[in-house]
């Protein structure tokens, strides 16, 4: 049994189970194929596919090893990539949820580009679930995202601490920097982020954990809205404390501490516990954790996403 059993058994069932198309992707006949199916089959005793008519069923063991062969034929390709293009120019994948991926991640990649400028860098900013998602399928090789992982094939590693602010408009009688109850804190319109995002989970597991249960009045992707809204006096929001400092400075809302609840996280580089990490991904990963003090934090003077 061999990478290319694995890579013919992946191409008929990422082609709809059809060997004829399969084996023309491949460039081989119809029998080859067919052959080769027949050899994995014979080599581990069971069966990855039922004949029913003239197609082909994947079984609960071909689901099995299709697993395995996804992840075994891209870590191949990974390996054949690096070493074939190991002295020309090298391409780096790294996801971001959107919180990083807007205040973060460009400061982090202009400077990365400014070490290491043969590398090129390409970014995806999503909800923390997706760029997971988008490591468990190898499109990524690592991502910064808010939060622990859920999945247990990904390693994860705190590099940043973070905490998140109440805050609300200037206009609904409340002072910068006081302290509300519970009870005040959970009879408010909430405005809050979209379910999956890393902020969300923090407020979740927080006011859970108190024994609230919120229903949100509005749920947005954008911080930039739920900070508007908060200015329009639509209610009051918890979001990160850096994306809300432009208009903190500006007068537009005010901070407020609620007793007995603290809204802190961290920042996780992540990976997927088999990814091979190439020496530009260890660096890059390198210059995360020590940016703050190597760097200057940038000075934002708009909202962001």
């Given at each position: 049994?061999?990478?290319?059993?694995?890579?013919?058994?992946?191409?008929?069932?990422?082609?709809?189970?059809?060997?004829?198309?399969?084996?023309?992707?491949?460039?081989?006949?119809?029998?080859?194929?067919?052959?080769?199916?027949?050899?994995?089959?014979?080599?581990?005793?069971?069966?990855?596919?039922?004949?029913?008519?003239?197609?082909?069923?994947?079984?609960?063991?071909?689901?099995?090893?299709?697993?395995?062969?996804?992840?075994?034929?891209?870590?191949?390709?990974?390996?054949?990539?690096?070493?074939?293009?190991?002295?020309?120019?090298?391409?780096?994948?790294i996801g971001a949820s959107i919180t990083i991926g807007a205040q973060f991640l460009p400061s982090y990649v202009k400077a990365f580009a400014n070490l290491?400028?043969?590398?090129?860098?390409?970014?995806?900013?999503?909800?923390?679930?997706?760029?997971?998602?988008?490591?468990?399928?190898?499109?990524?090789?690592?991502?910064?995202?808010?939060?622990?992982?859920?999945?247990?094939?990904?390693?994860?590693?705190?590099?940043?601490?973070?905490?998140?602010?109440?805050?609300?408009?200037?206009?609904?009688?409340?002072?910068?920097?006081?302290?509300?109850?519970?009870?005040?804190?959970?009879?408010?319109?909430?405005?809050?982020?979209?379910?999956?995002?890393?902020?969300?989970?923090?407020?979740n597991r927080v006011t859970e954990h108190a024994g609230m249960h919120i229903?949100?009045?509005?749920?947005?992707?954008?911080?930039?809205?739920?900070?508007?809204?908060?200015?329009?006096?639509?209610?009051?929001?918890?979001?990160?404390?850096?994306?809300?400092?432009?208009?903190?400075?500006?007068?537009?809302?005010?901070?407020?501490?609620?007793?007995?609840?603290?809204?802190?996280?961290?920042?996780?580089?992540?990976?997927?516990?088999?990814?091979?990490?190439?020496?530009?991904?260890?660096?890059?990963?390198?210059?995360?954790?020590?940016?703050?003090?190597?760097?200057?934090?940038?000075?934002?003077?708009?909202?962001?996403?």
């Open positions: 049994m061999t990478v290319r059993h694995m890579i013919i058994f992946r191409t008929v069932c990422e082609i709809g189970f059809n060997l004829t198309k399969a084996a023309s992707v491949l460039y081989m006949t119809q029998p080859a194929v067919s052959l080769a199916i027949k050899e994995l089959e014979d080599y581990y005793g069971v069966r990855l596919f039922d004949r029913i008519g003239k197609r082909l069923k994947i079984t609960d063991a071909g689901r099995h090893f299709l697993k395995y062969a996804i992840h075994i034929t891209d870590l191949f390709s990974d390996m054949e990539t690096g070493l074939r293009d190991w002295d020309s120019k090298g391409i780096l994948r290491c400028p043969e590398i090129d860098v390409r970014v995806v900013i999503d909800q923390s679930e997706r760029i997971e998602e988008r490591i468990m399928e190898n499109e990524l090789d690592f991502a910064l995202i808010e939060g622990i992982p859920r999945h247990p094939d990904i390693l994860s590693e705190a590099y940043m601490e973070d905490h998140m602010s109440v805050i609300c408009g200037v206009g609904r009688g409340w002072t910068q920097g006081q302290t509300i109850s519970i009870e005040e804190f959970k009879n408010q319109r909430f405005l809050l982020r979209e379910p999956g995002s890393g902020t969300r989970d923090v407020f229903i949100p009045a509005w749920e947005a992707m954008s911080t930039t809205a739920l900070v508007n809204a908060v200015i329009s006096g639509l209610g009051i929001a918890v979001l990160p404390h850096r994306m809300i400092l432009p208009a903190l400075k500006r007068g537009l809302i005010c901070t407020v501490n609620v007793e007995g609840l603290v809204f802190r996280r961290s920042f996780y580089i992540i990976f997927h516990k088999d990814k091979f990490l190439t020496a530009s991904a260890k660096k890059f990963m390198e210059l995360t954790r020590n940016y703050e003090a190597d760097y200057p934090m940038p000075d934002y003077f708009g909202l962001w996403e």
